[in-house]
């Protein structure tokens, strides 16, 4: 069964840190380049980032909101895409999901087809 | 920066009756399109990529259609478990993002 479960969410201080995780199982990780989208409550999805497959180069983009706060990476032998968020503000809190990225019947890759049950990061004093 | 409108923001219908869903771009997006359902207190789930094209598994009373800027949502005849939320949500590269549409609801009337 493809999956993916994130962890590491909680509650954390301002201007802290936290590092999230995303395990997948049941595909070759390797291959798919990997999103984090995250919702703040009562809000829609809003992308976070995402970062490319190893045959694509493997860089990161960001969204403007978390950019040089936020750092995705990612450990292919460990089939875990990770999500290091620094300088941590109230309004980063939310559902922190993580997703597969993929493509249809061209080389586009821009939509997401699996996605994890999501993790609650909550940034409060 | 590519944004996504969505129309209506509510839809109120009865269970068996058809639904619309309108989802507009700023610029054109060629049929790089994909929607998604979300219900309370589980992740977005991709229904349509391409426009048009129904993901693994779902049903066949969903589909797609549009190109360049404008796009629907059809749901032929609403089943109880369709009333969600659903997003539309594409990808561009100057900037470089991915951005959802703000949302439709559909609720039971």
């Known amino acids: 069964e493809v999956q993916l479960v994130e962890s590491g969410g909680g509650l954390v201080q301002p201007g802290r840190s936290l590092r999230l995780s995303c395990t997948a199982s049941?595909?070759?990780?390797?291959?798919?380049?990997m999103s984090w989208v995250r919702q703040a409550p009562g809000k829609g999805p809003e992308w976070v980032g995402f970062i490319r497959s190893k045959a694509f180069d493997g860089t990161a983009e960001y969204a403007a909101s978390v950019k040089g706060r936020f750092t995705i990476s990612r450990d292919d032998s460990k089939y875990i895409a990770y999500l290091q968020m620094n300088s941590l503000k109230s309004e980063d809190t939310a559902i922190y999901y993580c997703s597969r990225v993929t493509r249809g019947s061209t080389n586009h890759y821009y939509f997401m087809d699996v996605w994890g049950k999501g993790t609650t990061v909550t940034v409060s004093s | 920066e590519i944004v996504l409108t969505q129309s209506p923001a509510t839809l109120s219908l009865s269970p068996g009756e058809r639904a619309t869903l309108s989802c507009r771009a700023s610029q054109s997006v060629d049929s790089y399109l994909a929607w998604y359902q979300q219900k309370p207190g589980q992740a977005p789930r991709l229904l349509i990529y391409?426009?048009?094209n129904r993901a693994t598994g779902i049903p066949a009373r969903f589909s797609g259609s549009g190109s360049g800027t404008d796009f629907t949502l059809t749901i032929s005849s609403l089943e109880p478990e369709d009333f969600a939320i659903y997003y539309c949500q594409q990808r561009s590269y100057r900037p470089h993002l991915f951005t959802f549409g703000p949302g439709t609801k559909v609720d039971i009337k």
């Open positions: 049941g595909f070759t990780f390797g291959d798919y380049a």
């Open positions: 391409d426009a048009s």
